[in-house]
């Protein structure tokens, strides 16, 4: 049941982070960020990748997991990064995010298709999304949107990923494909991560605080 609740703990972590202490900053975030950047690409790496390419030509495999590079580029466009941590905020813009919004729902969805297989995947989502909904709640609330509009924002993005895991674990038709898919969820966790750990450092400064994040996310994600 853990691995449907997970990513939904994740976005409510966030929002009471935000709501109890009235966090504005995103400087304390950028630890966090790295420490869940490395977590979530050692766990692709340790777990995701080598499955996929034991059921997958080697070629094929690299050609869909260059699609999801490709596609989460694409997500990026709209969402403007904020999957990694960019979330600007413009106050005088009242209009909703749908954009935003889209392309963040899309991307929890996808990141649910491989937790039913590998457990483990559920604690790099887990890790990765509570500094994002910590950032994305920070953008709506800076913003003055209503709550009702911030509660059910964050509601919906909280429900993709267990909806993308329920699918995969219960539409034949799906897990038939399963494996193309997660080649593809590879590209975006590829994407995401790396880019997290290049923007993580300010100027792309020597940083032992970061330098002992990664190398503790990695050991967690090697011995779990």
Same mark, same amino acid.
């Given at each position: 049941?853990n691995?449907?609740?997970? /990513? !939904?703990?994740?976005?409510l972590i966030?929002?009471?982070? #935000?709501?109890?202490? %009235?966090q504005?900053?995103?400087?304390? $975030?950028?630890l966090?960020?790295?420490?869940?950047?490395?977590?979530?690409?050692?766990?692709?790496m340790?777990?995701?990748?080598?499955?996929?390419?034991?059921?997958?030509?080697a070629?094929?495999t690299g050609l869909?997991?260059?699609?999801?590079?490709?596609l989460?580029?694409?997500l990026?466009f709209?969402?403007?990064g904020?999957?990694?941590?960019h979330?600007?905020?413009h106050?005088?813009?009242?209009?909703?995010?749908?954009?935003?919004?889209?392309?963040?729902?899309?991307?929890a969805?996808?990141?649910?298709f /491989? !937790?039913?297989?590998?457990?483990?995947?559920?604690y790099? #989502?887990?890790?990765? %999304?509570i500094?994002?909904?910590?950032? $994305?709640?920070?953008?709506l609330?800076?913003?003055?949107?209503?709550?009702?509009?911030?509660?059910?924002?964050?509601?919906?993005?909280?429900?993709m990923?267990?909806l993308?895991?329920?699918?995969?674990?219960?539409?034949s038709?799906?897990?038939?494909y399963?494996?193309?898919i997660?080649?593809?969820?590879?590209?975006?966790?590829?994407?995401?991560?790396?880019?997290?750990?290049?923007?993580?450092?300010?100027?792309?400064?020597?940083?032992l605080?970061?330098?002992?994040a990664i190398i503790?996310?990695?050991?967690?994600?090697y011995?779990?």
């Amino acid at each position: 049941m853990n691995k449907y609740l997970f /990513p !939904i703990y994740a976005v409510l972590i966030g929002y009471a982070f #935000v709501y109890f202490t %009235k966090q504005n900053k995103q400087k304390n $975030i950028k630890l966090l960020l790295a420490f869940s950047g490395a977590f979530l690409l050692s766990l692709t790496m340790f777990d995701l990748l080598p499955e996929v390419y034991e059921h997958l030509d080697a070629k094929l495999t690299g050609l869909f997991i260059m699609s999801g590079i490709l596609l989460q580029i694409v997500l990026e466009f709209f969402s403007k990064g904020a999957e990694h941590g960019h979330v600007h905020i413009h106050k005088n813009s009242k209009d909703f995010p749908w954009l935003l919004f889209l392309s963040l729902c899309l991307h929890a969805f996808l990141e649910g298709f /491989p !937790i039913h297989q590998h457990n483990d995947m559920v604690y790099g #989502v887990l890790v990765h %999304k509570i500094p994002i909904a910590i950032l $994305i709640t920070t953008y709506l609330v800076q913003s003055d949107f209503k709550t009702l509009q911030i509660i059910s924002f964050l509601t919906l993005f909280g429900i993709m990923t267990p909806l993308g895991t329920i699918i995969s674990n219960n539409v034949s038709m799906v897990s038939d494909y399963l494996v193309y898919i997660n080649a593809i969820v590879i590209g975006v966790f590829l994407h995401i991560s790396t880019t997290i750990l290049f923007e993580s450092s300010e100027g792309h400064k020597f940083n032992l605080n970061k330098i002992l994040a990664i190398i503790v996310a990695v050991a967690i994600a090697y011995f779990i």
